[in-house]
């Protein structure tokens, strides 16, 4: 073997971050990646899930955007795993291939009522405000009180777009439906509902901190979450995380509220137990909570009432399964040892490795992958016993491949054109971008044709 034939599935900041750790690593032969996925444009969640106005988040782009820019990674938009190419095919062609292909379904939230009109979940909520091609355009936006499941970063995205101001989005990239369909929200009240205690929580300082600054918005908590929890009061006084979110909602329970429009309701020690409604949702039900001493909480036996028309489960994002490729159901993650694929019986499976969400579950910041794929790649480079030896490892044999598919697929110099297009069009209207939302639209503008012709 003069070089080895790598393919990374997924090209999100796990995909990416493989691709350039694999090309840069110290070896004693070449290295060529071939880089796939299934939109057409690369970015993953970077694109797909950071709210539209966290554009400091965005600037993760930038040292993506290097990485691909450099030329020495081949990248194949619009091609899905399992049906434009199969294992097979990455066997016959590479000496291993490495999933990154994250998680991006919601977590199922396990309570009677969880499937009624009004209830929905926050991954596809992200991907409707974030211009994914392949959700619908529109989203029921008709209700004036909502609740937002969860503790999380995500569930503060979600509570922060649907009580934000539209105005306040427009110089963002939102995309234009979205706008449209924020504009029109008659909402007024978003109860954000956190089974465990405010010291408790998933989100981080800085993006708690960031409800605060919403204009025309009050942020309502109520007294009775407070003081509960001795024990977590102390660790704030240690931790650092802790202490500044101990800062900011003590600050926020001074505030005068009652002259702002719109109202975010914090809401900690309430474990949901049923959406409420005879088909579509009027209320959501929990049972209040106490800390157990132990950083864990248990059921007091109160149930309250909090009455919504819509509820948006945001408790944690889950992996999908891809064809033919072991999956634990239970995590949502490819089985692996470090990064290595096992078989059912935990046996390591040659020539497959996962990287990012897909191998340790939706959990992290965007940084912490790059640890995660440094491992992945390590593990790969050190297994040589175990990679592939393909029938045809030449280059053209993929895009041959794919041509006589019928799969269009988008590459590096398309992603530039459909990313200056979408500058281009921003510029006109004094924002950076406006993102193109069709997926057929993208391709023709990636591949340089007119989308009118
Ligand atoms: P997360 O951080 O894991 O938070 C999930 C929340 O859902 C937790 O509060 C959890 O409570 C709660 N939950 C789980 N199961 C529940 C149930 N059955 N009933 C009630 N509540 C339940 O997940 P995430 O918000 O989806 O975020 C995923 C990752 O993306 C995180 O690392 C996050 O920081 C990152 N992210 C970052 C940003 C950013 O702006 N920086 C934006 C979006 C996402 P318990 O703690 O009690 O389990």
């Keep these: 073997m003069t070089t080895l034939r790598v393919a990374v599935v997924g090209a999100g900041p796990a995909g990416i971050y493989t691709s350039d750790l694999l090309l840069k690593a110290e070896r004693a032969f070449d290295v060529s990646v071939d880089l796939f996925e299934q939109l057409p444009a690369p970015y993953g ?13 965005k600037g993760i782009v930038n040292a993506l955007r290097e990485v691909l820019d450099r030329g020495d990674i081949r990248l194949f938009g619009n091609v899905r795993f399992g049906t434009d190419v199969t294992i097979d095919d990455l066997k016959r062609h590479y000496h291993a291939v490495v999933f990154a292909t994250g998680a991006s379904r919601d977590a199922r939230l396990e309570v009677p009522g969880h499937e009624f009109e009004g209830s ?14 392949d959700v619908p355009r529109e989203w029921p936006l008709t209700h004036r009180e909502v609740a937002v499941i969860g503790n999380g970063n995500v569930a503060l995205d979600v509570a922060r777009m649907l009580v934000k101001h539209p105005e306040d989005l427009e110089p963002t990239e939102v995309p234009a439906n979205v706008l449209e369909g924020l504009r029109a929200s008659p909402i007024t009240d978003v109860h954000v509902v956190g089974r465990r205690g405010p010291l408790q929580v998933k989100f981080t300082p800085l993006e708690l901190r960031e409800l605060g600054e919403l204009r025309d918005v009050d942020i309502i908590l109520n007294d009775d979450d407070f003081g509960l929890d001795p024990a977590s009061d102390e660790l704030a006084q240690t931790n650092k995380q802790l202490l500044v979110i101990n800062r900011i909602l003590s600050s926020w329970r001074e505030r005068e509220v009652g002259s702002a429009s719109r109202r975010l309701h914090l809401h900690f020690y ?3 137990l049923e959406v409420v409604g005879d088909g579509a949702v009027q209320a959501l039900r929990f049972e209040r909570t106490r800390p157990d001493g132990a950083g864990g909480v248990v059921g007091t036996g109160e149930v309250r009432d909090l009455p919504v028309q819509a509820v948006y489960r945001a408790i944690g994002y889950f992996g999908s399964p891809l064809a033919d490729i072991p999956f634990d159901e239970h995590r949502g993650v490819i089985p692996n040892s470090g990064g290595r694929a096992l078989d059912e019986s935990g046996e390591e499976l040659p020539g497959i490795y996962a990287t990012g969400w897909i191998k340790r579950g939706p959990q992290g910041l965007i940084g912490a992958t790059k640890s995660d794929a440094m491992e992945t790649v390590q593990n790969l480079l050190n297994g040589q016993s175990g990679w592939w030896s393909p029938l045809d490892p030449s280059p053209e044999a993929i895009p041959a491949l794919l041509g006589e598919r019928g799969v269009r697929f988008t590459d590096v110099s398309g992603w530039h054109n459909l990313d200056e297009h979408e500058k281009s069009l921003g510029a006109s209207s004094g924002r950076e971008r406006v993102k193109v939302v069709p997926r057929d ?8 044709r007119s989308v009118t012709g």
């Design 441 to 448: 639209e993208m391709i023709e503008i990636s591949l340089n």
């Design 45 to 57: 969640l970077v694109r797909y899930g950071v709210a539209p106005d966290h554009p400091r988040i």
């Design 120 to 133: 929905f979940g926050a991954a596809d909520f992200v991907s409707w405000y974030d211009g994914h091609p």
């Design 270 to 272: 309430s474990k949901p």
